[in-house]
């Protein structure tokens, strides 16, 4: 068994056997602890569920389509077969396609209406949200000036939570900041989630930051270092609960089922080179053995 797949599901052990049951804007109630933290070291490791198939060429266009194309379009993903973020794709009408509600100052639910403020070019988007963001504030080519020109720097930080402009973010960042640092030719990474659907998120988002790592790593000619992974709000809905009980119990049938490798193409040197389209060329995950699909069901 993979050192993630025993500290995944460690994690959601605790939060069924130590969690509390609460209420939450979507109406399915979560079982959750307030915060959590893991370590990985990635020369050693590299973290992709075996338990479950994790769709890692999926999680990996995400991921670029947020810190390299820097889009908040939905369609960039829908071209390329993914559909991840359709439900909460900003329609014609200025509203989100999903049942999104969002409490007023009276208590009242509605929903959110987007393209009063921006017009209809916001439509198809998830409005200033992630990769919005990381656009606005050149936030990827900062972060590799920093790491190439600069590695003492202590203040090599990327926040996706920006204030300003929350009120037009569709779903405000769930992953919302990173932290790096340079120390003995290793690129170290602490993220930090505010928000962790267990099941869903956590498997993707922790595959596409390792995969960052090693791509920002390649590029300023260093070393993958350590991934430190902190949450608050760590939670399972309900009715997630059943599959998370079967895949804890595939631990007890795992096999040799050993952690898998990244490949990265050896001609790429720049992050903004890797290919991103359907393809996804110049990645490729090796020996990947997993033990089957596991349909989780989106809390909106």
Not at 57 to 79: C, G, H, T
Not at 149 to 155: I, K, M
Not at 176 to 198: F, M, Y
Not at 237 to 261: C, V, W
Request: aromatic share 12%.
């Amino acid at each position: 068994m993979s050192k993630w797949d025993y500290e995944y599901l460690k994690l959601c052990k605790k939060i069924l056997t130590e969690g509390r049951e609460v209420q939450n804007r979507t109406g399915i109630n979560t079982i959750k602890i307030p915060s959590y933290h893991f370590q990985f070291n990635l020369e050693e490791e590299y973290p992709v569920l075996t338990t479950k198939q994790l769709f890692f060429k999926q999680a990996i266009l995400e991921m670029l389509w947020i810190y390299q194309a820097q889009s908040n379009d939905v369609r960039w993903l829908q071209e390329r077969g993914i559909h991840i973020w359709d439900e909460w794709e900003i329609g014609e009408d200025g509203l989100w396609k999903a049942e999104q509600n969002i409490k007023t100052k009276d208590g009242v639910l509605e929903k959110k209406e987007i393209t009063k403020n921006y017009g209809k070019e916001w439509a198809h988007t998830i409005g200033t949200a992630y990769g919005w963001i990381v656009n606005h504030y050149h936030l990827t080519e900062k972060l590799i000036d920093k790491i190439k020109n600069y590695p003492e720097d202590r203040r090599m930080v990327l926040s996706l939570w920006q204030d300003e402009f929350l009120d037009t973010a569709v779903l405000p960042s769930c992953v919302w900041s990173s932290e790096w640092d340079v120390t003995d030719g290793k690129l170290n990474a602490w993220v930090h989630q505010r928000s962790c659907d267990v099941p869903l998120g956590l498997p993707f988002n922790v595959t596409q930051y390792a995969t960052l790592v090693n791509m920002l790593a390649k590029t300023c000619n260093l070393t993958p270092g350590t991934l430190d992974w902190s949450i608050k709000d760590a939670h399972i809905y309900i009715n997630q609960i059943s599959k998370i009980e079967e895949q804890i119990r595939r631990m007890d049938n795992l096999g040799d089922f050993k952690a898998p490798e990244l490949w990265l193409n050896p001609e790429i040197t720049d992050f903004f080179a890797y290919d991103n389209s359907k393809n996804c060329k110049d990645v490729k995950i090796l020996n990947y053995k997993h033990h089957g699909k596991i349909h989780f069901p989106i809390a909106k």
